[in-house]
């Protein structure tokens, strides 16, 4: 991986979305937690895939097929690789983290009696940091099958410890589900504990990456994880891909979802046999030049270096906070997560949504509101937020920006 410093000025000729200005200002694009961009790299590899290669996979027997598939499969060996997955684990593709995450929760309790992982009487543990997509399916997983649900609550700064979660785990306890990076407020929890605590405790383990895959993907060999989750929009990559990949042993326990062409070994009239993974996960025809797209996404990352862009995000993180907890009258959450890649942040009698409508005035984008973390925001005795989060094309001058502007806007709304 790189040691040097970025470039960003020089990254961002690569992202032509970039280049347009908003409001007659140059568009400083701080979203990114919600969606990064893609550049021309990512897009050309799609566009050539869908001028040349296009075609179903796994079922012809002509060039193209041929080609589509060596395409499709060629992308997933190349995201084994991005994620460090050995030969213990398998990877699924998806249409992004929501996806991925609703397949292990269903997967682990649909399927009937006496197959279901999850029955009543076990117990599921989520933390208290998670994205509604990483809550919601265990609400429902809980539901469905009589089991209990219980939250490893965050301390009041936002952080969640491993000696909380070790009073929390019994006998029962069946699933632990956490984020790598609470996308409300930035918290970096220390999963890695967390998962081996857990595992060890004879849980299976579920790991949310979206928010660290752009910066620092988890690497599966490295972990107790049984599943690990993350969305393509996230990394420079396409919208409507992600991926679902973990122990070989833990996917065979999900059952499928979508039944359908291409996730089946056999079938009979009144029955069917399911295809070995990851084919038994991937019912249907692909995204596959989603896939190829989100596979160049992956060799950006690598050639430009996930450390390299780690400390370039932590900087401008850095930056954005001690300007704004310069500004009278605005609350950081989580100011201690020196490892986050956003800033999120209240200001004393202004709504978000105000902030960011005046914000986009100067051309900058932020996201406002809940950020679908509203039991944590809660949890917090908070509302809705105003969020700026960095990629690798961000700027310093970017984050003086962001902090003059939401000076003005104060000024303004006072």
């Not at 009543?120 to 469905?144: F, K, T």
């Not at 907890?325 to 009698?349: E, I, N």
């Amino acid at each position: 991986m790189s040691e040097t410093p970025l470039l960003p000025a020089t990254l961002r000729s690569q992202f032509p979305v970039l280049q347009q200005a908003i409001h007659g200002q140059p568009l400083a694009y701080l979203d990114n937690a919600a969606t990064t961009h893609m550049p021309l790299r990512v897009l050309q590899a799609m566009q050539d895939f869908e001028t040349r290669d296009r075609a179903n996979i796994h079922r012809g027997v002509h060039t193209l097929s041929q080609r589509a598939t060596d395409a499709f499969e060629g992308a997933r060996a190349t995201l084994r690789r991005f994620i460090g997955a050995t030969a213990e684990h398998a990877l699924v593709f998806t249409s992004g983290t929501t996806e991925a995450l609703n397949l292990v929760a269903q997967g682990l309790w649909a399927g009937g009696p006496g197959r279901a992982w999850l029955r009543a009487g076990d117990e599921i543990i989520v933390s208290g940091l998670e994205h509604h997509a990483n809550l919601i399916p265990w609400q429902q997983a809980a539901r469905m099958t009589g089991a209990q649900l219980r939250i490893l609550l965050p301390d009041a700064q936002g952080r969640v410890h491993a000696q909380t979660l070790a009073g929390l785990l019994t006998p029962r306890t069946r699933v632990f589900a956490l984020t790598a990076g609470a996308n409300a407020t930035g918290e970096r929890p220390p999963y890695e504990d967390l998962l081996r605590l857990a595992a060890q405790a004879g849980a299976l383990t579920v790991l949310d990456a979206a928010q660290a895959v752009g910066h620092g993907a988890p690497q599966l060999a490295q972990l107790d994880c049984d599943f690990l989750a993350f969305s393509g929009h996230k990394m420079y990559g396409p919208m409507g891909t992600g991926v679902l990949a973990g122990r070989r042993s833990a996917l065979e326990r999900l059952y499928p979802l979508r039944l359908g062409g291409d996730m089946v070994d056999w079938v009979g009239w009144q029955d069917a046999g399911f295809a070995p993974l990851p084919a038994r996960l991937e019912g249907g025809t692909p995204h596959v030049a989603g896939a190829v797209g989100l596979a160049a996404a992956a060799q950006f990352i690598t050639e430009v270096g996930a450390a390299a862009i780690a400390r370039h995000v932590q900087a401008l993180r850095a930056q954005a906070l001690h300007g704004l907890q310069g500004l009278p009258g605005v609350r950081v959450l989580a100011p201690h997560a020196t490892q986050a890649a956003l800033v999120s942040f209240v200001v004393d009698g202004a709504h978000p949504h105000d902030i960011g409508t005046l914000l986009d005035e100067r051309g900058i984008a932020v996201r406002t509101g809940h950020h679908c973390a509203q039991p944590l925001l809660d949890h917090l005795n908070l509302g809705p937020t105003t969020r700026a989060s960095f990629a690798l094309y961000n700027t310093a001058d970017e984050v003086q920006r962001l902090v003059a502007a939401v000076a003005h806007a104060m000024e303004v709304l006072q």
